[in-house]
């Protein structure tokens, strides 16, 4: 690993506005000590995406995505919504410098699911590298159906095992792929860069991931919520559970059970207006 990639260096001057920590650790359930510590580090990372669903339902709706932190907050902790990357990291990021962590926003290609022989993704994923007594750790609690339950450190290749899958970061060309292993075998998550981000980059890579045709979530219904217990994912009408054991349940759901799973299973207030999501979501069905 390189020195870019070791060193600790604090957050780009970015004027970072302050965040209300009694909102947030009471929306994610964390009672602990605020110490930028790893333990507390490990702690928010097995809450928050057990609390906080990932979902982009308002781009389906048209609404796009507004990254203002006064947004952000008061809709994935004031109006308990879910969120994507930009949101759940952004989010993560602002409560890690609250209590003193150093913390950067790093920016990557998402190779999850992706067919080999495409061109090269934009870099639209957000992730954080967090520095504690001079380790570098990657936190990220915005990466929808594999996301860690745990921080991975970024300065070495052995295999690191969380409550759910085992992962592993290597170096690739300049940057470092992230890789979960399923069924005996490495998937890729996403290739990172090292680089620190401003928050301007993630406004330029959320209006392409918000509006652009192509974006994967302008095409499909994509909600995930992960417990200790198991990972919920729902793709249109399709639900999966897949426990830490690695057994996978899945079933197709009809317009009505949507609905309730959106509110019972990932814990969003399902509003009227989201009534065409829904409907598209099981016409999409094959």
């Known amino acids: 690993m390189t020195d870019a990639i070791l060193a600790p260096r604090p957050a780009p ?17 964390f009672a602990g000590p605020r110490t930028p510590t790893l333990e507390t580090l490990r702690a928010l990372h097995e809450l928050h995406p057990a609390a906080i669903a990932f979902e982009a339902v308002d781009v389906l709706l048209g609404r796009g995505v507004d990254l203002a932190h006064a947004a952000v907050d008061a809709k994935l902790i004031g109006a308990g919504r879910g969120g994507y990357c930009f949101e759940q990291n952004g989010l993560l990021m602002r409560a890690l410098i609250a209590m003193g962590f150093v913390v950067e926003g790093l920016a990557a290609r998402v190779r999850w699911m992706r067919p080999a022989g495409l061109p090269p993704a934009p870099r639209t994923h957000m992730a954080l590298r967090v520095n504690i007594d001079g380790m570098p750790w990657l936190a990220d609690v915005g990466f929808g159906g594999c996301v860690p339950t745990a921080p991975l450190r970024l300065d070495t290749q052995v295999p690191q095992p969380t409550g759910h899958e085992t992962f592993r970061v290597r170096p690739e060309g300049g940057s470092l792929m992230v890789e979960a292993e399923r069924g005996g075998e490495w998937l890729a998550l996403y290739e990172v860069s090292t680089e620190p981000q401003l928050a301007i980059d993630y ?79 099981v016409l999409r069905a094959p």
Do not use: K
């Not at 919920?232 to 079933?251: I, K, M, S």
């Open 203 to 281: 406004e330029l890579a959320n209006w392409f991931t918000a509006t652009h045709p192509n974006s994967p979530f302008r095409r499909s219904l994509m909600v995930t919520r992960v417990t200790p217990e198991a990972r919920h994912a729902l793709l249109d009408n399709r639900y999966t559970v897949r426990t830490p054991g690695g057994e996978v349940q899945q079933r197709t759901l009809d317009a009505a059970e949507l609905e309730r799973a959106l509110a019972d299973i990932f814990t969003l207030p399902v509003a009227p207006d989201w009534r065409p999501v829904i409907e598209q979501a």
């Open 13 to 29: 001057v970015d004027a970072v506005p302050p965040i209300d920590l009694d909102a947030y650790c009471a929306r994610i359930g």
